[in-house]
C-alpha cells in the first residue's frame, strides 16, 4: 500500500466513510489507515520545505535547490501539479543572486509541470520571472525564445491580450541584443497569427522597425514611449526605454541583406 496512488488512498478512504443505503456505519478503522498512507508524501513534502526555508536562512544553496526538488517530487507524487511547480519556484527564487543558472532550471521546470497539467494560466508569473533572470544575465536570445513559448501558452489558455504583448516584448528584447535581422523575422512570423497581425503591440512593433531601418532615433525613443509599451513589463519597459542601441549593426544588416551597399564615407 505504500506505493499506491495518494489520490486512490483517499479514494478509496472516502468511500469507507460515506453512509449509503447499504453501509449504515462508516468503517473509520480501515478508512484511517488509507487516510494515513495518502498524507504521508504530502507531509514529507512540507518538511522538505521547511527544510529549504531553514536552508535559505543559512545561505547552503545547494541544499536548498535539492530540498525544493525534493519537496517538488513528493507533490508530484500526490498528483498535485500546482503545489509541485510551486515549490520549484520558491527554490528557483531563493537562488535568482546566488545560483541564476539553477534558478533558470528550476524555472523552466516548474513551468514544464503546470504546462504538462494543462495549467499553462498559473504560469504566467514563472514565464515572467525566467526572462527577468535571462534579461539580467543579458541572455537575451534566451530571453526571447521563453517569451515566445510563453505566447504559445497564452494562445492555449485564449489569453490573446497576453500572447501580443510577449510576441512584441520578444521583438524588442531581439533590438535591445542589437539583432535586428532576428527582430524583424520574429515579427514576420508573428504576422502570420491574426491575432497580432491585427493587433495594438503589432502596429507598434511595425512603428519601431520602420524607424529602424530609417534611422531615426528620434522616432525609435517615441515608439519606446507609447502607451502599449508602457503596458509591457518593467523588465521590457526598461530594455525599450534604452533603445536605440546598436542602429549602424542594424541598418548594415538590413541593407546588405537587401542588397544595399552601405557608404562607408557616409558617417551620419
Known amino acids: 500500500m505504500a506505493g499506491?496512488?495518494?489520490?486512490?488512498?483517499?479514494?478509496?478512504?472516502?468511500?469507507?466513510?460515506k453512509l449509503t443505503l447499504t453501509r449504515w456505519s462508516a468503517d473509520w478503522k480501515n478508512a484511517t489507515q488509507y487516510y494515513e498512507q495518502a498524507v504521508k508524501p504530502w507531509d514529507a513534502a512540507k518538511h522538505m520545505e521547511s527544510a529549504a526555508a531553514l536552508a535559505v536562512e543559512l545561505s547552503i544553496w545547494g541544499e536548498v535547490a535539492d530540498f525544493y526538488r525534493r519537496a517538488s517530487e513528493l507533490y508530484n507524487e500526490c498528483g498535485r501539479s500546482q503545489p509541485a511547480s510551486d515549490a520549484l519556484a520558491k527554490g528557483a527564487r531563493a537562488l535568482e543572486e546566488a545560483k541564476p543558472?539553477?534558478?533558470?532550471?528550476?524555472y523552466t521546470d516548474a513551468c514544464s509541470l503546470l504546462e504538462d497539467d494543462g495549467k499553462e494560466n498559473m504560469a504566467f508569473d514563472l514565464?515572467?520571472?525566467?526572462?527577468?533572470?535571462?534579461?539580467?544575465?543579458?541572455?537575451?536570445?534566451?530571453?526571447?525564445?521563453?517569451?515566445?513559448?510563453?505566447?504559445?501558452?497564452?494562445?492555449?489558455?485564449?489569453?490573446?491580450?497576453?500572447?501580443c504583448k510577449a510576441y512584441l516584448s520578444a521583438i524588442i528584447v531581439y533590438l535591445a541584443a542589437h539583432d535586428f535581422k532576428q527582430a524583424e523575422q520574429c515579427y514576420n512570423d508573428c504576422c502570420q497569427i491574426d491575432t497580432f497581425l491585427s493587433s495594438d503591440q503589432s502596429h507598434c512593433a511595425s512603428k519601431l522597425l520602420s524607424a529602424y531601418r530609417e534611422a531615426d532615433a528620434e522616432e525609435i525613443k517615441?515608439?519606446?514611449k507609447s502607451s502599449t509599451i508602457s503596458n509591457l513589463d518593467h523588465m521590457i519597459i526598461r530594455l525599450a526605454r534604452k533603445l536605440p542601441t546598436g542602429e549602424l549593426v542594424a541598418m548594415e544588416a538590413y541593407s546588405l541583406e537587401n542588397g544595399e551597399a552601405l557608404d562607408e564615407d557616409d558617417l551620419t
Open 4 to 17: 499506491a496512488d495518494p489520490e486512490k488512498l483517499m479514494a478509496k478512504a472516502d468511500k469507507l466513510t
Open 101 to 106: 543558472e539553477e534558478a533558470i532550471t528550476m
Open 127 to 163: 514565464y515572467r520571472a525566467i526572462t527577468n533572470v535571462y534579461i539580467k544575465l543579458e541572455r537575451y536570445t534566451d530571453a526571447a525564445t521563453f517569451l515566445l513559448r510563453w505566447a504559445v501558452a497564452a494562445n492555449k489558455c485564449n489569453a490573446l491580450h497576453s500572447q
Open 222 to 224: 517615441r515608439v519606446a
